[in-house]
Structure formats: C-alpha cells, structure tokens
C-alpha cells in the first residue's frame, strides 16, 4: 500500500512561508522587468487576462515615479506581504507591498491562491488579480 500523500496545506505556517517565497519570485521578476516571467508564475482568469506589454506600460507608472522594487531583507519581511482567507472559497487573499527606496509602500500585487489547485499539484498555485497604486477599500 502506498505511503498516505501529505497535502501541502497541511502544515499552515510550512505553506504560508512557500507562498510568501512564491510570491516574492514574482516580486523579483517585476523588478527585473520580466513581463513574461512575472505573468507565468501565475494563472489569469481568461475574462481578464493582462499581455506583457500591458504589465510593462503598467509598472513603467511605477518604475517613473520609484526607480526600483527593494528585494533586500526588509522588502521580504512577511509584514509587507498580507493574506486574507476565504475559507468557504478554498482561496487566500494575497496582497504582497512593492517596496521602493523611501518604503512609500503606496503600490502592491495583488494575488490568489488556490488552495484545491495547490494540493492536487503539490505548489503553490497562484491567480493574477492584479499590480498597481494601493487603493483604500
């Protein structure tokens, strides 16, 4: 008889912590301006699908107004990265700061997590929803 699969959520904070890490390997593409890469990581609801070329028009807002995304150990810090659950839905709320030089934390991506999809694959699945200026809601 085969060994019991561990699903990866399992383990709530061993999860959170692949998820910050996922995350932040898109924070890292942005930054690097790898349009492509950046929208790979990440499924995309077919209705609202963003093209390479609309992330780069999109993030050149943010690169004219910041110069750079931080990927030092402060702009890791979890505490830039908020997770919203949405436990009927089987999904969590990603809301991750893009940290510039003056910490104005004033832009972030916003993901989902697909917490079925990632047990079936055994990763972290993330859902683009979006990247731009904070919004109060």
């Keep these: 008889q085969p060994p019991k699969r561990i699903l990866i959520t399992k383990n709530r904070e061993a999860f959170q912590r692949l998820v910050r890490a996922r995350v932040f390997d898109?924070?890292?593409?942005l930054s690097r301006r790898q349009w492509d890469e950046a929208l790979a990581m990440a499924t995309q609801p077919v209705e609202s699908a963003l093209t390479s070329a609309a992330l780069g028009a999109l993030m050149e807002g943010y690169f004219e107004e910041h110069?750079?995304?931080?990927?030092?150990p402060e702009a890791r810090n979890s505490k830039h990265c908020r997770i919203g659950e949405r436990r009927e839905a089987g999904?969590?709320?990603?809301?991750?700061?893009?940290?510039?030089?003056e910490e104005m934390l004033d832009w972030s991506l916003r993901l989902t997590v697909d917490l079925k999809a990632s047990e079936e694959v055994d990763e972290v699945v993330l859902v683009w929803v979006g990247v731009g200026p904070v919004?109060?809601?």
């Design 26 to 29: 898109v924070v890292k593409a």
């Design 91 to 101: 999904l969590w709320d990603i809301e991750q700061a893009l940290v510039d030089s």
């Design 67 to 72: 110069g750079l995304i931080r990927l030092d």
């Design 135 to 137: 919004t109060l809601e």
